[in-house]
């Protein structure tokens, strides 16, 4: 039997025995007639393979938030009433002066047009004119005004005048004369000798209203040999604060003033301590160590112009530094004006004007007009009204000695105007105060910056010196 007659016999056979299983075969008919036709059997439709789905990932669970505690509200705050000063008011968020605020002049709101101040609650236009400035609430004109003369606030005492912003007694008294806006007399004023502008020709002095020639000068001869380098110095700033000028010597302190503050310093040590005031008008007498203040009709001194006229020296305690209370006039007023001088001596002290120089002798307060003296130019200026020297005695003269520049200490002498070094040194940066003292053989200084001494702020000390007091060699 070939193969392929045994697979259609495989094939017969298959489909008979489904048949049997299904219960279909037919029984034939008694009567030998046909056989019905087989039931056609209908293929079942073909199932579609479904497409493969990948498994969806799994997502993490969400990790449960716990519920937001519920925040009770602030309870709202009341505004803080702005309670302001008794005069002022309180405009737009802040105190103001309706008195004196340009903004709110008067009222809240009310501003000023430009160029207009307020003063006591108007606008008003600006202080015009020359002289007239703004003091407080007020114009006034410095140039007479008593209570504001020559700057805001600076009252003349009583009876005086306020003349070309300068106070001026009433000139009562024998040989007073107003002359220049001072009170002078012109029985002994060189300047205003018998009469205003009248000046004695140099080297005389006026006397009785009479050009005559000046009395001999007397006392004890000082002069200084020589100033050393050998030195010790110190920061004084935190004392006295900026340099402003002023240095004297007592036995055993020296003082000088700043902006804050006049300082006492020891003399060997430096140690140094505020006054709690500033002095304008420091100089001493170099024999006995007395430290003066100088007045103005009892007023101290000061930067604003009260130095114009002196007329007396007030004590100050050469330990303490305070005012003991006691003055000394002077045998007549000093007027001081423009590049001032002061000089301390030995039983005298000394001024210049920048034209010409007064001799005061101590302690009983006769001044002696030098008349006219021309210093050398100078380049060192200190922070003040004046600036301070020596004044020698030798060889029958006065010599008025001082820091002409920055290396170079000179003598000028009175009334010739003669002058020499004194010492000359490699910088002393712009040192344009000093004194001596003829204790100690030293001399005191002070100046700001670098020099051959000293690098700092603001420096205070001492150098050796050569000093003679008594048998002096003329020059």
């Given at each position: 039997?070939?193969?392929?007659?045994?697979?259609?016999?495989?094939?017969?056979?298959?489909?008979?025995?489904?048949?049997?299983?299904?219960?279909?075969?037919?029984?034939?008919?008694?009567?030998?007639?046909?056989?019905?036709?087989?039931?056609?059997?209908?293929?079942?439709?073909?199932?579609?393979?479904?497409?493969?789905?990948?498994?969806?990932?799994?997502?993490?669970?969400?990790?449960?938030?716990?519920?937001?505690?519920?925040?009770?509200?602030?309870?709202?705050?009341?505004?803080?009433?702005?309670?302001?000063?008794?005069?002022?008011?309180?405009?737009?968020?802040?105190?103001?002066?309706?008195?004196?605020?340009?903004?709110?002049?008067?009222?809240?709101?009310?501003?000023?047009?430009?160029?207009?101040?307020?003063?006591?609650?108007?606008?008003?236009?600006?202080?015009?004119?020359?002289?007239?400035?703004?003091?407080?609430?007020?114009?006034?004109?410095?140039?007479?005004?008593?209570?504001?003369?020559?700057?805001?606030?600076?009252?003349?005492?009583?009876?005086?005048?306020?003349?070309?912003?300068?106070?001026?007694?009433?000139?009562?008294?024998?040989?007073?004369?107003?002359?220049?806006?001072?009170?002078?007399?012109?029985?002994?004023?060189?300047?205003?000798?018998?009469?205003?502008?009248?000046?004695?020709?140099?080297?005389?002095?006026?006397?009785?209203?009479?050009?005559?020639?000046?009395?001999?000068?007397?006392?004890?001869?000082?002069?200084?040999?020589?100033?050393?380098?050998?030195?010790?110095?110190?920061?004084?700033?935190?004392?006295?604060?900026?340099?402003?000028?002023?240095?004297?010597?007592?036995?055993?302190?020296?003082?000088?003033?700043?902006?804050?503050?006049?300082?006492?310093?020891?003399?060997?040590?430096?140690?140094?301590?505020?006054?709690?005031?500033?002095?304008?008008?420091?100089?001493?007498?170099?024999?006995?160590?007395?430290?003066?203040?100088?007045?103005?009709?009892?007023?101290?001194?000061?930067?604003?112009?009260?130095?114009?006229?002196?007329?007396?020296?007030?004590?100050?305690?050469?330990?303490?530094?305070?005012?003991?209370?006691?003055?000394?006039?002077?045998?007549?007023?000093?007027?001081?004006?423009?590049?001032?001088?002061?000089?301390?001596?030995?039983?005298?002290?000394?001024?210049?004007?920048?034209?010409?120089?007064?001799?005061?002798?101590?302690?009983?307060?006769?001044?002696?007009?030098?008349?006219?003296?021309?210093?050398?130019?100078?380049?060192?200026?200190?922070?003040?009204?004046?600036?301070?020297?020596?004044?020698?005695?030798?060889?029958?003269?006065?010599?008025?000695?001082?820091?002409?520049?920055?290396?170079?200490?000179?003598?000028?002498?009175?009334?010739?105007?003669?002058?020499?070094?004194?010492?000359?040194?490699?910088?002393?940066?712009?040192?344009?105060?000093?004194?001596?003292?003829?204790?100690?053989?030293?001399?005191?200084?002070?100046?700001?910056?670098?020099?051959?001494?000293?690098?700092?702020?603001?420096?205070?000390?001492?150098?050796?010196?050569?000093?003679?007091?008594?048998?002096v060699d003329a020059p």
């Amino acid at each position: 039997m070939t193969p392929s007659a045994s697979l259609v016999r495989s094939m017969i056979a298959a489909v008979l025995l489904s048949g049997c299983g299904a219960r279909t075969v037919l029984r034939e008919p008694s009567d030998g007639g046909d056989l019905p036709d087989a039931p056609v059997v209908i293929d079942r439709p073909a199932v579609v393979d479904v497409p493969f789905v990948p498994d969806v990932p799994v997502v993490p669970d969400v990790p449960v938030v716990p519920d937001v505690p519920v925040v009770p509200d602030v309870p709202v705050v009341p505004d803080v009433p702005v309670t302001c000063a008794d005069f002022q008011t309180f405009c737009r968020g802040r105190c103001v002066d309706t008195q004196n605020d340009p903004s709110h002049c008067g009222g809240c709101g009310s501003v000023c047009a430009p160029g207009q101040l307020c003063l006591g609650g108007r606008c008003i236009v600006e202080c015009g004119g020359p002289g007239r400035t703004l003091c407080g609430r007020t114009c006034v004109d410095l140039s007479s005004d008593l209570a504001h003369c020559g700057a805001c606030g600076f009252a003349c005492p009583p009876g005086a005048t306020c003349s070309g912003g300068r106070c001026a007694a009433a000139c009562f008294g024998p040989g007073q004369m107003l002359c220049d806006g001072l009170c002078v007399d012109v029985r002994s004023d060189s300047l205003n000798c018998a009469a205003c502008g009248r000046a004695c020709p140099p080297g005389l002095t006026c006397s009785d209203a009479r050009c005559v020639m000046p009395r001999p000068l007397t006392g004890t001869p000082f002069r200084i040999q020589s100033l050393g380098t050998m030195c010790r110095a110190i920061e004084h700033n935190t004392v006295t604060g900026d340099d402003r000028g002023g240095i004297a010597v007592s036995l055993s302190g020296v003082f000088y003033t700043g902006d804050s503050s006049t300082g006492r310093f020891d003399l060997d040590s430096l140690f140094g301590v505020p006054l709690g005031r500033i002095d304008d008008g420091l100089v001493s007498d170099l024999a006995t160590g007395q430290v003066y203040s100088l007045r103005s009709r009892g007023r101290p001194v000061n930067m604003t112009g009260e130095g114009d006229l002196i007329t007396e020296l007030a004590l100050v305690d050469g330990i303490t530094g305070a005012l003991d209370g006691r003055t000394l006039p002077l045998s007549r007023e000093i007027p001081l004006r423009g590049d001032v001088g002061i000089f301390a001596g030995y039983g005298r002290i000394a001024f210049h004007d920048g034209t010409r120089a007064w001799q005061v002798e101590l302690p009983s307060g006769v001044v002696t007009d030098l008349g006219p003296v021309s210093l050398a130019p100078r380049t060192s200026r200190c922070e003040s009204w004046a600036y301070w020297g020596v004044v020698e005695f030798f060889g029958g003269a006065l010599h008025l000695t001082y820091v002409r520049d920055m290396t170079t200490i000179v003598r000028t002498r009175v009334p010739e105007g003669t002058t020499t070094p004194v010492g000359v040194f490699r910088s002393l940066s712009d040192m344009c105060s000093f004194t001596v003292s003829p204790q100690r053989r030293r001399w005191y200084w002070h100046h700001e910056g670098g020099s051959q001494f000293r690098s700092g702020d603001e420096s205070l000390g001492f150098c050796d010196a050569s000093l003679a007091v008594g048998n002096v060699d003329a020059p």
